[in-house]
């Protein structure tokens, strides 16, 4: 599905991603694992084009979205995002927050004087689908509610939601249980949980090594910008070859 050729970053002298060639495949689910300032969540960001990459390509379904003359949103509709900090947009209620970006995609793919007569219908449809996805996890009670009002849980329940809204072919975790609670933790795992037996693509930047042995099909392990080691959580966890991947693994295991 997403295919890394040679992707490098900078930021001035310093080189964030060092020249990476990776393939996640449709169905596939790539848990990245590693050191704080390794790249991970940088990389998980050039997958979907929020940072621009210095080199390299990153091509999602035979486009390559680093090519500065693709429109990038067009694809990147299809590759749903899960961020640390949640990014809800506060002052709109929970259900909002889903249907927001579904409801703006459906009308802008309308003749212009069509929207007008249109929104009316295109918001229902959205809304209905959005209670099935609040249902889905555990919150038709919070559609109406700021999210303001909801726990660290609960956002990112609904930011997960939001991802699914759009129809993602592929769901992309930004360390998604790393700004939680301990006790709220299990509550959105289980939940990632639940799609990853469903069979959708995910790419997870995690440190709840446990969850990753669990889910991954393929673990990766980062540092200092480039994938030091990858491999099945059995091969990573149990046997790891890489120095690095030994020292680090001794330490959070």
């Known amino acids: 599905m997403i295919d890394v050729l040679n992707l490098t970053k900078r930021y001035g002298d310093l080189t964030v991603l060092d020249d990476i060639t990776e393939t996640i495949h449709e169905g596939e689910r790539v848990v990245i694992i590693g050191p704080s300032g390794s790249g991970k969540s940088t990389f998980l960001r050039c997958l979907n084009c929020m940072e621009d990459p210095t080199a390299g390509s990153i091509i999602f379904e035979d486009v390559d979205l680093a090519d500065p003359k693709v429109d990038i949103n067009k694809h990147r509709q299809h590759i749903g995002m899960v961020f640390q900090q949640f990014n809800l947009f506060n002052n709109k209620k929970v259900i909002e927050n889903i249907t927001l970006a579904p409801v703006r995609h459906a009308l802008k793919a309308l003749p212009f004087k069509q929207r007008r007569k249109a929104k009316k219908e295109i918001v229902?449809?959205?809304?209905?689908?959005?209670m099935a996805l609040l249902a889905r996890i555990g919150l038709t009670d919070k559609a109406e509610v700021y999210p303001s009002t909801l726990s660290g849980g609960q956002k990112q329940r609904v930011a997960i939601a939001r991802a699914l809204a759009m129809n993602p072919k592929v769901i992309?975790?930004?360390?998604?249980?790393?700004?939680?609670?301990?006790?709220?933790v299990g509550e959105v795992l289980d939940l990632i949980k639940e799609l990853a037996h469903?069979?959708?693509?995910?790419?997870?930047?995690?440190?709840?090594?446990?969850?990753?042995r669990e889910v991954a099909d393929r673990i990766l392990f980062m540092d200092g910008g480039k994938i030091a080691e990858q491999g099945t959580p059995e091969q990573v966890f149990g046997n790891p070859k890489h120095p690095r991947t030994q020292e680090f693994l001794s330490k959070v295991l």
């Open 124 to 130: 229902a449809r959205e809304n209905e689908r959005a």
């Open 172 to 184: 992309l975790f930004d360390e998604p249980t790393s700004a939680l609670d301990p006790e709220m």
């Open 198 to 212: 469903e069979g959708m693509t995910m790419v997870i930047v995690t440190h709840e090594m446990g969850f990753a």
